[in-house]
């Protein structure tokens, strides 16, 4: 069946470092692929999305491509800060498959 | 705009017992999911409606159901509750099928 396997975490890393949490799925259709995140305390928001092949989703310097051919979607961020300090999901969704979230990777951050 | 609301935002019950709870969507907004999250399973799809129709459904048994208005609004329902129904379930809006999501605050359920 559709799947997607994230990156497990926890992640840590120092501040400026350079991040990529890696997120593969399986699906029959041709899914729009998002990125989500949960701050502490707060609810899920999203923080990218790509809806077909080669595209590119940014947001607050955080970036990923959609790359069908090996059905992946990896975020990667340039330089990292304490405030990026979350839970971040990856979901693929539509053209078929069912929204799928992957198991989440926390990432620390260390000034 | 207002947000993705869910009430209530928090609820004790029993084993036993059944329980309800609802969300209003992003105005506009047509497809209604849900999710159930804690920290051991991460977050898991129960089911997404769209126009007043289940179009996904996710691996939970029977004793979870719910519905979509023709408002938009939605409820699901746990009967007979078990104490590894505590979680954090939230909904989440989209304008259309496969959309991004609005996640509401959530409803945090606890089983005692």
């Known amino acids: 069946g559709n799947s997607v396997t994230q990156m497990e975490g926890p992640v840590t890393l120092s501040e400026e470092a350079f991040l990529t949490i890696n997120c593969t799925y399986t699906?029959?259709?041709?899914?729009?692929l998002f990125w989500y995140v949960q701050y502490p305390g707060e609810g899920l928001q999203l923080l990218l999305k790509?809806?077909?092949?080669?595209d590119k989703g940014s947001n607050k310097g955080f970036e990923a491509t959609y790359r069908k051919e090996t059905t992946s979607f990896h975020l990667e961020k340039g330089s990292v800060q304490v405030s990026d300090s979350a839970v971040y999901f990856c979901?693929?969704?539509?053209?078929?498959?069912?929204?799928?979230f992957g198991a989440g990777t926390r990432l620390f951050v260390k000034a | 705009k207002a947000g993705v609301t869910q009430t209530p935002r928090y609820l004790i019950k029993t084993r036993g017992q059944q329980v309800t709870l609802s969300c209003s969507p992003i105005?506009?907004?047509?497809?209604v999911s849900w999710y159930q999250q804690t920290p051991g399973q991460g977050l898991q799809f129960l089911f997404e409606?769209?126009?007043?129709?289940?179009?996904n459904k996710g691996n939970f048994p029977g004793r979870f159901s719910g519905r979509q208005f023709s408002n938009s609004r939605s409820e699901m329902n746990v009967s007979t509750l078990e104490l590894g129904d505590s979680a954090l379930y939230l909904c989440?809006?989209?304008?259309?099928?496969?959309?991004?999501?609005?996640f509401g605050p959530g409803t945090r359920l606890t089983v005692t």
């Open positions: 790509a809806t077909k092949a080669d």
């Open positions: 409606y769209f126009s007043e129709t289940q179009r």
């Open positions: 979901a693929p969704s539509g053209g078929g498959f069912k929204t799928i």
């Open positions: 989440a809006s989209s304008l259309e099928l496969g959309d991004e999501q609005y």
């Open positions: 105005s506009g907004h047509r497809s």
């Open positions: 699906a029959t259709g041709y899914p729009s």
